[in-house]
């Protein structure tokens, strides 16, 4: 591989050109397993006075957004260091093309390129959001084989990057028992699969030797695999053989309790991330995969969770550390968790991805926390903007913010403006919705025949023949304004300081003789898809207002952490928020909402059909 052919290669995903064929897939693969597997847990970088690192967040098969930030920054090269901070895949529809120019610059620059793990590396959850059927939809003949490869590759993908041995680069995050030296000791090869702890295999099985015949990967005596284990790890290799007994004696459990319960975590895990449905697929998968991808009959338990926090893990402002009932692993954690982790290990920053921010970054923690998501446009056009990181010798980030689109790129300057207006006027539109009450009740101070008072029952506009006497006209429409009373009450509500005369044809669809139908027009404003059917909508509009927070409000709701609001959660909590909103809510507009929300109809409401059902869509797009 050289640095023309990767170059080659980019351009050819970009034109779309034919996919590379399954034999040079594999050749890329198998260099890259090769590769990976000589280096550490936790690769150390330094950066000097002359040059930047770059680092990246979350992409998930967005190849528009790796070839904006190639563009906007520069390719891979000595000159020019980056690291990508996991979740290359799932999601988007070119999660293999970014992998392949991923581990292509690895291979040419080795030193320069370093990429750690994230949680969708990781078979059991390609099964679910995506990668596993890309691949076996672009390789009909080789994509088991693909696939089996890249089991191996992700499970030897480092976890951690450390800059100057004071910025720690992780995916997700850490945890009150995060403990870095742990990490860079154990076989992170043993977790091929986050949900599916590894064997661990008993010094007999069977009557035969441990390591010998099929079960030798596993538990790792052959001489080869000490190689591999030698150059991957810095402790002696005495030591790294005592590992594996040492962890389980610090057990307080025994073999067969701490079986049972390793089980029912992993039920439980699988259930909250809803995996439960792939089972067959997973086998299927699974058939001919290496002995340690089984059933777990002992477990690292200390080292499992030190990767389960790493990859799976989201900071919460609040101090302490909670598991992550929302995500079904890994924990949330606060800042004086933060602060310990970094004074114990002498460390200065944590970068880290996993979630999806509105600007492309932010930080919490008193600035010692950093998430970095590089996937623009991640929900829908124009919901977030991707960023990337750069850093010198003094540890200051530096944010370069974008916002992907091969669409817009390709569109002329006139139409590109174009759809900028139609991203504004759309984001406008929403924050118009949310106001809908408000914006009635100012309507109504401009309406003195109270021609709009009826707002319960959804009215039918009934187009107004110009010809008409004045008199009637009036009879038949609903809720009527001037234009300059429609302006006046607009700004008062939202005090954007718009000139909303001038948007008025951008705004509304139908005005006749300089009056609008103001009921009429908030129905057009938005919907939501799939549209619930709620007979009070105060409780709707406390939603969207919150939009942005829907995630904490889910966990508000959750009040026994288990992952799912069951129909009673939800009565209680609402009647709880509208005492202290002064709002009143029926007990049947609670109940129609949860209904609504339960998509699948079986009973509760889980953290996907709760954000799906406050999704506003523009009804331009749903004509």
């Not at 007994?245 to 459990?253: D, F, P």
């Not at 995500?327 to 290990?345: A, N």
């Not at 187009?463 to 006046?488: C, D, E, M, Q």
């Not at 959750?558 to 609001?565: A, K, P, Q, V, Y």
Request: net charge neutral.
């Amino acid at each position: 591989m050289t640095f023309c052919g990767v170059s080659k290669l980019m351009e050819a995903f970009k034109l779309k050109q034919q996919q590379l064929h399954a034999r040079y897939v594999l050749q890329i693969l198998g260099e890259t397993w090769r590769l990976l597997r000589i280096l550490p847990n936790i690769n150390h970088v330094s950066v000097c006075h002359t040059k930047e690192i770059t680092i990246c967040g979350d992409l998930h098969g967005q190849l528009e957004d790796l070839l904006l930030i190639f563009y906007k920054n520069g390719l891979p090269s000595c000159e020019k260091p980056y690291i990508f901070n996991g979740d290359f895949v799932d999601r988007g529809k070119n999660s293999l093309e970014i992998l392949l120019i991923l581990f292509g610059f690895l291979l040419v620059y080795p030193n320069e390129v370093h990429l750690n793990r994230g949680n969708h590396e990781d078979h059991i959850v390609n099964l679910r959001y995506g990668f596993t059927k890309e691949v076996l939809g672009k390789y009909r003949v080789h994509g088991k084989k693909i696939l089996k490869l890249l089991q191996k590759i992700f499970s030897w993908l480092p976890l951690a990057t450390v800059i100057n041995h004071k910025v720690l680069v992780v995916h997700g995050g850490i945890s009150d028992s995060t403990d870095l030296d742990m990490v860079a000791r154990m076989d992170r090869h043993r977790y091929v699969s986050v949900l599916r702890p590894p064997k661990v295999i008993s010094p007999t099985l069977n009557g035969n030797k441990a390591g010998s015949g099929k079960n030798e990967d596993a538990s790792g005596p052959a001489e080869g695999r000490r190689r591999v284990r030698s150059l991957t790890n810095t402790s002696a290799q005495g030591q790294r053989n005592n590992i594996p007994r040492r962890s389980l004696h610090n057990l307080s459990t025994s073999g067969a309790q701490l079986n049972c319960s390793v089980e029912d975590e992993l039920k439980k895990r699988r259930r909250l991330a809803g995996f439960d449905q792939t089972y067959k697929e997973m086998k299927m998968l699974d058939s001919d995969s290496d002995p340690e991808f089984g059933e777990p009959t002992e477990t690292h338990g200390h080292e499992w969770k030190q990767i389960v926090d790493l990859l799976w893990s989201d900071p919460m402002p609040q101090n302490g550390c909670i598991s992550n009932e929302v995500r079904g692993g890994g924990c949330y954690w606060g800042p004086d968790v933060t602060e310990e982790v970094l004074g114990k290990h002498n460390l200065q920053l944590l970068i880290r991805s996993h979630e999806c921010k509105q600007d492309g970054y932010e930080f919490c923690h008193n600035r010692m926390v950093l998430t970095i998501f590089s996937a623009s446009n991640y929900y829908e056009v124009g919901s977030n903007r991707g960023a990337y990181i750069r850093m010198g010798h003094d540890l200051v980030p530096h944010f370069i913010q974008y916002q992907a689109s091969r669409t817009c790129r390709e569109l002329t300057l006139r139409q590109s403006v174009g759809w900028t207006e139609r991203s504004a006027l759309r984001a406008l539109r929403q924050q118009l919705f949310v106001h809908k009450s408000d914006l009635i009740g100012a309507f109504q101070e401009f309406d003195p025949n109270n021609t709009g008072t009826e707002v319960a029952e959804p009215l039918i506009s009934i187009p107004v023949n110009v010809t008409a006497a004045p008199r009637k006209v009036s009879l038949f429409i609903s809720g009527v304004i001037s234009l300059r009373h429609w302006a006046t009450a607009t700004e008062r509500v939202l005090k954007l300081g718009l000139p909303w005369r001038v948007l008025r044809p951008q705004l509304i669809n139908r005005a006749q003789h300089g009056m609008v139908d103001y009921q009429q027009w908030i129905r057009e404003l938005s919907i939501t898809e799939p549209k619930p059917e709620v007979s009070d909508t105060s409780i709707l509009e406390t939603m969207y207002k919150n939009h942005s927070n829907l995630e904490t409000i889910f966990r508000i709701i959750d009040t026994d952490h288990s992952g799912l609001i069951s129909f009673e959660e939800f009565r209680q909590t609402w009647k709880l928020l509208s005492s202290h909103l002064k709002m009143e809510i029926s007990d049947k507009a609670i109940t129609d909402l949860a209904q609504s929300m339960d998509f699948n109809k079986d009973g509760s409401i889980d953290i996907n059909e709760f954000m799906e059902a406050f999704r506003l869509v523009d009804l331009s797009t749903h004509a």
